[in-house]
């Protein structure tokens, strides 16, 4: 089929790292690891983001996540999902990079609001230190065209813009602001954060970013293995519409 060559051969790629699924999704909000894992595999993802302050890497006498979600399957994404300090997000993931050789991240500070933006002048200095310390950062961040400049021209891998709060669901909030960061941006550009459901997910697609990234809309849905599903589809659905290009 036309179609399905196509999407086999759409890759993307971040930080000489080459991928196919453009769905990335997270771990830690799940019941269990076992229904985690079953999610991943169900959304077709590759890269799954670790959220190194919420699951359990090194504790051999609890549940560990790479005894699921396989480390040989996925490329693991160490994020620092928690920290409010550029020297909190810094340390942990040199601790990370220490325990288990990771230097492909993403990086997340949180400011100190109720739903948890994030503090932008904090992520600036921390990716800096991180770039300087040979680190490939993803970066989480607000959907500010004049500081997504920023960070790209401080050596970011990749600029992930919020759609909406963390956990929020509420879907892409800023169209304007999105399609400017997406237009400016020479290295991929990733929805993160604020993906309820599919739609959002093939809307933010259409729009021409390069992958989109979602936990909580998988993990809080009443069938999350249906809903990885659906998204896995949404994904594909959008970059092959943007790839047609729409109607005049």
């Known amino acids: 089929m036309e179609g399905a060559t196509q999407t086999t051969l759409d890759t993307w790629t971040v930080a000489g790292r080459t991928f196919t699924s453009r769905l990335i999704v997270g771990t830690g909000k799940y019941k269990d690891y076992a229904l985690n894992a079953a999610a991943a595999e169900a959304a077709g993802a590759e890269i799954v983001t670790v959220a190194l302050r919420r699951v359990n890497l090194s504790d051999p006498s609890q549940p560990m996540l790479a005894d699921y979600v396989k480390p040989e399957r996925y490329t693991y994404l160490p994020n620092t999902a928690g920290c409010y300090t550029g020297e909190e997000a810094v340390r942990t993931l040199r601790l990370a990079r220490e325990a288990g050789g990771w230097d492909l991240v993403k990086l997340e500070v949180l ?14 200095r921390a990716l800096k230190l991180l770039v300087a310390d040979g680190f490939h950062v993803m970066v989480y961040c607000s959907d500010d065209p004049v500081f997504a400049k920023k960070l790209e021209d401080a050596g970011a891998a990749a600029i992930m813009p919020a759609a909406a709060p963390i956990g929020s669901g509420r879907g892409i909030q800023n169209f304007l602001n999105l399609g400017l960061i997406i237009e400016q941006t020479k290295v991929p550009v990733l929805v993160d954060a604020g993906v309820g459901t599919a739609s959002d997910a093939v809307v933010s697609m259409e729009l021409g970013c390069d992958a989109v990234m ?35």
């Open 111 to 124: 400011s100190q609001t109720a739903h948890l933006l994030p503090d932008m002048e904090e992520t600036l």
């Open 214 to 248: 979602t936990n909580t809309a998988l993990s809080e849905a009443n069938d999350p293995i249906r809903m990885a599903d659906a998204m896995k589809h949404a994904v594909i659905a959008g970059r092959q519409a943007f790839l047609a290009g729409r109607m005049a």
